[in-house]
């Protein structure tokens, strides 16, 4: 199986290597993105993540086959995790692995980008005295 | 008509899933369901973005709702 | 400490997520270079890596150096196995964490690219009947 | 003069550490040093590259050598 699509309550990034790592692969490229602390100067408490999980498996199967389609490579990884989420905790994890590694580098960033653009996740920033859903208004 | 609702969606209309009644007129198409649901909350004109979704695929407005179909209001995405 | 640079005779990419992981990271970028098994339509058995470690590590010092001056990093990873390397392990190791992704994807990338040009280390690659120095002739 | 010699360098020496005698006309720089010893091993000449570092840093064809120098030869390097 060249792709591994889950969305999950807990991400563990001690296994992705394992799963990228191909006979064929000279270079595996992982992206992480975790919880920050601050956004916009304000402290985060938390972090909120839903998602419509039978769209956002179909979304990212398809982000997965169009990086498959467009770089040569031997292993694709998209993760997401649901619920609530701490500061340094990972959220989501992207990587691909290919003989060269300028595929697993472009792959990968095109991973990230296209999934925070098309994949049916909603991310709420908990504040101390608000709470507020990410890019909902302009 | 069923509707599904995520995100600020929810918390516009109030709950996850809802038989929504739209006075005995029932949306045609996409264009019309987002038109509809604007009238009656108009909180959703003020987002960023409102996409729906039709068996868990991305709809264009010019897409017709059949009645069995699972459609779903897509406020702008923030995953990652 | 911002920057983590080791020569080791194993590379353990488990640890590398922790490594990097930082309160004020929204992103952690690594790639992971590993063990080809055809080059040049060759099969490879393996690689034999040596370095002049005391310049090495002085190279990789300053290659996190200058990338923590260029770009806004919270955390850098270089690390280099050396010794005999089968098939699939992994061979260097390097990573960035940062708010923002773009700085992390340019970051590691630029930090493997310039590992190869400056670090002195040297790849031997040992086929079925020969084995080659790489790059070492035109 | 010991001289520290890496990689296909090593193999092309022989051996990893050497006293190098000149025939008593020791290298004065850089440039002096990568001259006798392509004068000495012909291999050298047919590398990619070859550099020299001077206590572990680079040095440039110009830099002076003196005797209680660390000084190795770096054939192109093929890290990662």
Known sequence: ?138 | MDLLFFGIAKDIVGASQIKMDFGGKLPKSVSDLKSALKDKYPEFSKLSSLAVAVNSEYADDNVQLQSNDEVAIIPPVSGG
Chains 1, 3 share one sequence.
Not at chain 1, 42 to 62: D, G, P
């Open chain 1, 1 to 138: 199986m060249n792709k591994i699509i889950e969305i999950v309550k807990e991400l563990d990034t001690n296994t992705v290597y394992q799963e990228l790592s191909h006979p064929q692969s000279g270079g595996i490229c992982v992206f992480v993105g975790s919880v920050r602390e601050i956004t916009n100067n304000e402290q985060v408490m938390a972090l909120e993540f839903e998602t419509y999980e039978s769209m956002a498996l179909k979304e990212m199967h398809k982000l997965a086959d169009v990086a498959l389609e467009k770089w040569n490579l031997n292993k694709v990884v998209i993760k997401h995790a649901v619920g609530k989420k701490d500061v340094q905790d990972p959220v989501v994890i992207v990587g691909a692995s290919s003989a060269h590694r300028t595929a697993c580098f472009e792959a990968c960033r095109f991973l990230i980008d296209t999934l925070k653009e098309t994949v049916p996740i909603w991310k709420k920033e908990m504040f101390k005295n608000k709470s507020v859903w990410v890019s909902a208004h302009p």
